[in-house]
């Protein structure tokens, strides 16, 4: 059975610091392409950041230069650290494991979510 369970949500002043975790079971870690995803109330869910099973990261424009991914293989846990945040960062942050083959997704899971809030 698949899981992916955040941590790390909560209430933070403007220009603060949070880190999310994300720890995945069920799944061989190693060979799954990482993302953190979120949504905030009226608006699509979007990507944030991704890291690939080669260490590669790739950010949405909101988040470069604040945000960073990372990955940390033998505890099958993959991080978002946010830094200098905003109120428009506040949403639900979802983390993402994907496995992709010949260009067509394998296996798409996703966890529960952890909620985000930027306000004074």
Do not use: H
Request: aromatic fraction near 8%.
């Amino acid at each position: 059975q698949v899981q992916l369970v955040e941590s790390g949500g909560g209430l933070v002043q403007p220009g603060g610091s949070l880190r999310l975790s994300c720890a995945a079971s069920g799944v061989i870690f190693s060979i799954n392409d990482m993302g953190w995803y979120r949504q905030a109330p009226g608006k699509e869910r979007e990507l944030v950041a991704t890291i690939s099973s080669g260490g590669a990261t790739r950010y949405a424009e909101s988040a470069k230069g604040r945000f960073t991914i990372s990955r940390d293989n033998a505890k099958n846990t993959v991080y978002l650290q946010m830094n200098t945040l905003k109120p428009e960062d506040t949403a639900v942050y979802y983390c993402n494991a994907r496995r992709l083959r010949l260009g067509s997704i394998l296996n798409d899971n996703w966890g529960q979510g952890t909620q985000v809030t930027v306000s004074s």
